[in-house]
């Protein structure tokens, strides 16, 4: 299993502002991932955070928007960039600790970051 | 392509009555399926997941589902709720074989004394 952690838990920003919000697990894995659920919706993927290379992100997400960073195997980061009030999320990170590409298990989930942009 | 259908987003139930969510799903291959919880203002907990082994799965808290091919369905069911059980359930299915997640949009599930 794995045990993730983000920070901030929540926070309040300015349009126009950048947050970064990191994520770190409590043993090495294979895969992390980051979501976004917008209020009363579901998650949707936004990237793959790819150890000590680009992110692969979703169709509808870009670099220059979520720049991501993984630079080992219990930590990744995502930048939230020029905000607006329809970044107002949740953002999740999760950690698959199985083999890249092998039979799906468990992916465990972060807590969550409630951004709130004015 | 994969895709979940979660085909309540409400469910009301009262309390010691059984529950039933219901998920389909599409998939060009074997897919791999979970049920998620959500409670209020905390993570994603797993309930159980379906990776190809026996058909009827057993989770925590008395929550099961069994994986039907033949109907594509993967519905989640629990034989008495508790009030604790309140939350937002989210069915899901992988993508390929990058370990994607595919998430429906989820089932409220309400429960009332």
């Known amino acids: 299993s794995a045990v993730i952690s983000q920070k901030p838990s929540r926070d309040i920003c300015q349009r126009g502002t950048s947050l970064t919000i990191q994520c770190q697990v409590d043993s090495q894995v294979t895969m992390m991932f980051w979501y976004r659920q917008q209020p009363g919706q579901s998650l949707t993927l936004i990237a793959t955070a790819n150890q000590g290379s680009e992110a692969t992100y979703e169709s509808g997400f870009v670099i220059d928007k979520f720049p991501i960073s993984r630079p080992n195997l219990t930590f990744s980061t995502l930048t939230v960039s020029n905000m607006s009030p329809e970044d107002s999320s949740i953002y999740l990170c999760?950690?698959?600790?199985?083999?890249?590409?092998?039979?799906?298990?468990?992916?465990?989930f972060g807590p969550g970051t409630r951004l709130t942009v004015l | 392509a994969q895709s979940v259908t979660q085909l309540d987003s409400h469910v009301s139930v009262s309390e010691g009555t059984p529950v039933l969510l219901r998920c389909n799903y599409s998939s060009s291959y074997s897919p791999s399926l979970f049920w998620y919880v959500q409670h209020p203002n905390k993570g994603l907990q797993l309930l159980l997941k379906y990776t190809s082994a026996a058909t009827l799965v057993k989770g925590i808290n008395g929550f099961e589902a069994e994986f039907k091919k033949s109907e594509t369905s993967f519905h989640l069911t629990k034989p008495s709720a508790h009030m604790s059980d309140a939350a937002e359930y989210f069915c899901v299915v992988t993508s390929g074989g990058y370990n994607k997640l595919i998430f429906g949009a989820g089932t409220r599930l309400a429960v009332h004394p």
């Open positions: 999760s950690a698959y600790p199985g083999l890249a590409g092998g039979r799906a298990d468990t992916q465990y």
